[in-house]
Nanobody, 118 residues
Framework: QVTLVESGGGLVQAGGSLRLSCAAS????????MGWYRQAPGKQRELVAT??????NYADSVKGRFTISRDNAKNTVYLQMNSLKPEDTAVYYC?????????????WGQGTQVTVSS
């Protein structure tokens, strides 16, 4: 059973920084991609950043402020968030996409709250 455990959320003032971590366990297939998504109250879940073995991808709203990275040996993905803004306030969800060779499956963490005060 695949399990994703997130940590690192919290309350921070505008301009501050936070680092999110997500450790995946129970992985038996190849990891196609890892990423972070977020959902603010009353809004749909949106992509923040993703990372594969070859490339990273960021939402325009976080480019230059957030950095995604991964430790393949630990099956862990990180999100370094700098220059945080109140509009970054949301529940952040970790995502892992596994490739069984036949199909791709997405797995999600439980979410961690990030609150940025003005």
């Amino acid at each position: 059973q695949v399990t994703l455990v997130e940590s690192g959320g919290g309350l921070v003032q505008a301009g501050g920084s936070l680092r999110l971590s997500c450790a995946a366990s129970g992985i038996i297939f190849s990891i196609n991609a890892m990423g972070w998504y977020r959902q603010a109250p009353g809004k749909q879940r949106e992509l923040v950043a993703t990372i594969t073995r070859r490339m990273t991808n960021y939402a325009d709203s976080v480019k230059g402020r957030f950095t995604i990275s991964r430790d393949n040996a630990k099956n862990t993905v990180y999100l370094q968030m700098n220059s945080l803004k109140p509009e970054d306030t949301a529940v952040y969800y970790c995502n892992v996409r596994l490739d069984s060779g036949l199909y791709l499956n997405d797995y999600w963490g439980q979410g961690t709250q990030v609150t940025v005060s003005s």
